[in-house]
């Protein structure tokens, strides 16, 4: 029984760079969200898929970042041209289409210097 | 505008007593809530949940309770164990919506 993954656990990149995150979530979950972590406040929602469609983005998602789930399967989160206040903890869950439980990967420490 | 407040940012409490963690929220579209745990270095952790239809839920040292007319839930544990320190967030879910809405966190420290 595997949990959500996501690949890299850290990532440590220069402002203006460009990095992708990947999260694989739990194999019969249908539904996969991305959530942004930053210190000492709880995770904000960013987007969220069923299947391959991309259904909700937050107003936090501005135009550097953009999220794919090509197959249904595993996805990417991409930030284009990253400033320092993308400085954070990238977190990712999955649920059943009509579950009520996210179940989290352990995340992607992002740090732009 | 933070609909998910948990006004408490800490709690330190011995070994085998109770730990109550407390969360206020604002929207009353929410209909699920949810706590989870965090350790460091690691994601979020699914602890227990409860539907607005319900007022209690119970699993293991784990109760939630849900006053919806006060718009406020708390997280009981009993009793306490040092394992269980650790952040937890409580977070809400709108009716027919898919996002979660957390709070600040409560560190809970649990004293052998």
């Known amino acids: 029984d595997t949990g959500v993954s996501q690949d890299p656990r850290h990532k440590i990149t220069k402002r203006g760079q460009n990095v992708t995150f990947r999260c694989d979530p739990i194999?019969?979950?249908?539904?996969l969200y991305w959530y942004r972590q930053t210190l000492g406040q709880g995770p904000e929602f960013l987007t969220y898929?069923?299947?391959?469609?991309?259904?909700?983005k937050s107003r936090l998602l501005s135009d550097r970042f953009s999220a794919e789930r090509p197959k249904g399967s595993f996805s990417t989160l991409e930030i284009q041209r990253t400033e320092q206040g993308d400085s954070a903890m990238y977190l990712c869950?999955?649920?059943?289409?009509?579950?009520?439980?996210?179940?989290f990967g352990p995340g992607t420490r992002l740090t732009v210097t | 505008d933070q609909q998910v407040k948990q006004n408490s940012p800490s709690l330190s409490v011995q070994e085998g007593r109770i730990s109550i963690l407390n969360c206020d929220y604002t929207?009353?579209?929410?209909?699920?809530f949810l706590w989870y745990k965090k350790y460091p270095a690691e994601g979020p952790t699914f602890l227990i949940s409860?539907?607005?239809?319900?007022d209690k839920n119970e699993d293991g040292r784990f109760t939630v309770f849900l006053n919806k007319s006060a718009k406020h839930l708390s997280l009981h544990i009993v009793p306490s164990q040092p394992g269980d320190s650790a952040v937890y967030f409580c977070?809400?879910?709108?009716?027919?919506?898919?996002?979660?809405?957390f709070g600040e966190g409560t560190q809970l420290t649990v004293n052998p």
């Open positions: 869950a999955s649920s059943l289409a009509y579950g009520n439980e996210q179940y």
């Open positions: 194999s019969e979950h249908n539904r």
């Open positions: 898929f069923q299947n391959e469609a991309q259904l909700e």
């Open positions: 929207n009353s579209m929410f209909d699920y």
């Open positions: 409860i539907s607005s239809i319900k």
């Open positions: 977070a809400a879910r709108e009716t027919s919506g898919s996002r979660l809405t």
